[in-house]
């Protein structure tokens, strides 16, 4: 595990020397169900609170397709691989943390395959009809047939925001879903000390903003933010071919709004950087200010991370 740094906790308004040794490694994560998914160069682990208060640790190496065939590590294609082995990985690390935290007894085993299958086509399917499907069949009834398709298309777009933001501010109202926001502060948190140079310790962790630039939270936000400027080139066909289309382009537009988001992430521009605030902004949406406990089992993930991509960190 990485050593506890003897350093004292910085008082209010205190600042550390930072190396940003996260440009060396950039590390990204996820919030699951009591836990944290982890992701590196080569490798991902998995920290989740078992029913019993231990925190059940794991790590295993990830099989990227940008790393085994580096051809295709291109701009504005390595977001199209990169948008899916994220979506893969995070519901892999989902339906693990359900089977831990949720389980009460050893014998039993947790979500059959027929039960994740189930619930990843009625995923899709609800994603879909939400965020695609409704908007395109609502702007052109608001606004009559014989409107300009480009007042279609903003007016799509804005419904696609709102229900987006509506949905957000809804599931928040679970405290079940709070917990979730809760590790991602947490994920942020630890991640925060990496990319800094900090102590990987929780004291060091809680004083720490929850809110990150290459958060998945702003990525979406962006992502939809650009579909109101593609879907503006397309003509006026049938809703069906209209949702077709639509679906079609997510790969492309998350393909741009990955090297947007790389871009912004890395220059100096205010400029550049101001593109970073709506998404950041709406990270107080998807993160809470987490507790000690969940601190720890974000670190432990991190820490289990790091053992893999670099034993010197261990």
Not at 19 to 29: A, M, Q, W, Y
Not at 142 to 154: A, F, H, Y
Request: glycine fraction near 8%; aromatic fraction near 8%; proline fraction near 6%.
């Amino acid at each position: 595990m990485c050593p506890s740094l003897s350093r004292p906790v910085p008082s209010k308004g205190e600042e550390m020397p930072s190396e940003n040794r996260g440009k060396d490694l950039r590390i990204g994560g996820q919030a699951v169900i009591e836990g944290v998914m982890m992701r590196g160069r080569a490798n991902w682990s998995l920290a989740v609170r078992k029913p019993d208060g231990e925190i059940d640790v794991s790590a295993e190496p990830l099989s990227s397709f940008l790393v085994r065939h580096p051809g295709w590590d291109r701009p504005f294609l390595r977001g199209v691989f990169l948008l899916g082995e994220s979506l893969a990985l995070g519901w892999r690390a989902l339906t693990q943390s359900a089977d831990i935290a949720l389980r009460e007894k050893e014998e039993d085993k947790g979500l059959g395959w027929l039960q994740q299958a189930l619930t990843l086509v009625f995923s899709i399917a609800l994603a879909v009809g939400l965020f695609i499907l409704l908007p395109t069949w609502l702007a052109p009834l608001m606004l009559g047939e014989g409107s300009p398709v480009w007042l279609w298309n903003l007016v799509e777009g804005a419904l696609r925001v709102a229900l987006f933001l509506a949905y957000l501010a809804l599931v928040s109202l679970s405290s079940e879903m709070r917990r979730v926001f809760q590790y991602h502060g947490a994920e942020h948190q630890c991640i925060h000390l990496w990319e800094h140079n900090y102590p990987l310790e929780p004291e060091w962790a809680l004083r720490e903003g929850t809110d990150h630039a290459r958060c998945g939270t702003a990525f979406i936000l962006l992502v939809l933010v650009l579909t109101v400027i593609a879907y503006s080139f397309l003509g006026r066909p049938a809703v069906w071919l209209r949702v077709l289309e639509r679906v079609a382009l997510i790969p492309v537009i998350s393909g741009v709004s990955y090297e947007i988001m790389k871009y912004a992430d890395t220059s100096s521009s205010p400029w550049v950087k101001s593109l970073l605030i709506p998404g950041m902004w709406l990270q107080r949406l998807t993160t809470r200010r987490p507790g000690k406990d969940q601190v720890e089992v974000a670190l432990a993930a991190l820490k289990a991370l790091l053992e893999r991509e670099d034993p010197r960190h261990g």
